[in-house]
């Protein structure tokens, strides 16, 4: 199996610069990964000097909880400059709230502003309970969205197989899986494959 054609290849720190940017793209192009989940600011780069690499980069975050308007532009301004995918946070005060119109709402609307290209969608589940995590899967396989993800990487915690498995057990209409969070051996990574995961974001290559 080949791995690599899985991973979102992910550096996503506050003190990335353009050196650490180029050598994640170098490293994800000799293997093939997936995509290179990087900050917006430094798509059109990527996109120039390597026009074959899927660029993916995310929307509201790592917190989720700026207005929908503005994760709305955000979502424009990456297309724009030249991004493929986008994994953006879901507002997860509105979830607890029960304001799931809301979050199904702006889901669908960066969904419309970002067309065919692909929307994974985070809904944090270290910061959810059980309950939770099966009521996020379901308003994000309800919508137009085409991944569930686990986890920013910046949370109390990352993703867990328990987790994934209960978010799998909530698709009904198809929507991929992405693990990502603290997710760093081949081993792993395999087992998430396993459970059914199309994609594993990874900071580290195995």
Same mark, same amino acid.
């Given at each position: 199996?080949?791995?690599?054609?899985?991973?979102?290849?992910?550096?996503?720190?506050?003190?990335?610069?353009?050196?650490?940017?180029?050598?994640?793209?170098?490293?994800?192009?000799?293997?093939?990964?997936?995509?290179?989940?990087?900050?917006?600011?430094? *798509?059109?780069?990527?996109?120039?000097?390597?026009?074959?690499?899927?660029?993916?980069?995310?929307?509201?975050?790592?917190?989720? #909880?700026? $207005? !929908?308007?503005t994760?709305?532009?955000?979502?424009?301004?990456?297309i724009?400059?030249?991004?493929?995918?986008?994994?953006? *946070?879901?507002?997860?005060?509105?979830?607890?709230?029960?304001?799931?119109?809301?979050?199904? #709402?702006?889901?669908?609307?960066?969904?419309?502003?970002?067309? #065919?290209?692909?929307?994974?969608?985070?809904?944090?589940?270290?910061?959810l309970?059980?309950?939770?995590?099966?009521?996020?899967?379901?308003? *994000?396989?309800?919508?137009?969205?085409?991944?569930? /993800?686990?986890?920013?990487?910046?949370? $109390?915690?990352?993703?867990?197989?328990?987790?994934?498995?209960?978010? /799998?057990? #909530?698709?009904?209409?198809? !929507?991929?899986? /992405?693990?990502?969070?603290?997710?760093? !051996?081949?081993?792993?990574?395999?087992?998430?494959?396993?459970?059914?995961?199309?994609?594993?974001?990874?900071?580290?290559?195995?």
């Amino acid at each position: 199996m080949n791995i690599y054609r899985h991973i979102d290849y992910t550096l996503l720190k506050a003190d990335t610069n353009y050196n650490d940017i180029w050598n994640l793209c170098e490293k994800a192009e000799e293997k093939n990964c997936a995509s290179v989940c990087i900050p917006s600011c430094y *798509v059109p780069f990527v996109k120039e000097h390597f026009p074959t690499l899927t660029i993916c980069t995310v929307v509201g975050f790592p917190l989720g #909880n700026s $207005s !929908t308007e503005t994760k709305i532009a955000e979502a424009e301004e990456a297309i724009y400059s030249g991004a493929d995918e986008i994994d953006m *946070v879901i507002n997860i005060g509105y979830l607890k709230h029960g304001l799931y119109y809301a979050v199904k #709402n702006e889901i669908e609307e960066i969904k419309k502003v970002i067309g #065919n290209r692909v929307l994974k969608v985070i809904i944090e589940t270290c910061c959810l309970d059980e309950k939770e995590i099966a009521i996020a899967t379901r308003l *994000v396989d309800n919508s137009s969205a085409d991944f569930v /993800k686990t986890s920013t990487g910046f949370g $109390s915690g990352g993703a867990t197989f328990e987790d994934v498995m209960l978010i /799998k057990e #909530n698709i009904i209409h198809g !929507t991929k899986i /992405k693990a990502s969070g603290g997710i760093r !051996t081949r081993e792993d990574i395999m087992k998430y494959i396993a459970l059914g995961c199309d994609r594993i974001g990874a900071s580290k290559l195995p």
